[in-house]
Nanobody
Framework: QVQLVESGGGLVQAGGSLRLSCTASGMMFRANDMGWYRQVPGKQRESVAGITGGGATHYAVSVKGRFTISRDNAKNTVYLQMNSLKPEDTAVYYC?????????WGQGTQVTVSS
């Protein structure tokens, strides 16, 4: 059974940084392109960043230059380094396969940015 476990969220002031982690089990991690998504209550979940199995990265316009996605295939883990955080980055952050969702969502990790 595939399981995705996100961690690293928290409360941070605007301009601060956080590093999110997502560890996958039960799947061929290195064979999958992975991504980070976020959701605000009442809005659709949106893609934030993606990374291919070969390490090529893609970012939403809203986070480009501030967020960095990376992966460690030996640890089955994908990371999201978030710098220069803004209040509008407040959301629950999830990881999943990218850009096509192929596994069940994990519980996500809450990121709250105060102004």
């Amino acid at each position: 059974q595939v399981q995705l476990v996100e961690s690293g969220g928290g409360l941070v002031q605007a301009g601060g940084s956080l590093r999110l982690s997502c560890t996958a089990s039960g799947m061929m991690f290195r064979a999958n392109d992975m991504g980070w998504y976020r959701q605000v209550p009442g809005k659709q979940r949106e893609s934030v960043a993606g990374i291919t199995g070969g390490g090529a990265t893609h970012y939403a316009v809203s986070v480009k230059g501030r967020f960095t996605i990376s992966r460690d295939n030996a640890k089955n883990t994908v990371y999201l380094q978030m710098n220069s955080l803004k209040p509008e980055d407040t959301a629950v952050y999830y990881c999943n396969t990218w850009p096509t969702i192929r596994v069940d969502w994990g519980q996500g990790t809450q990121v709250t940015v105060s102004s």
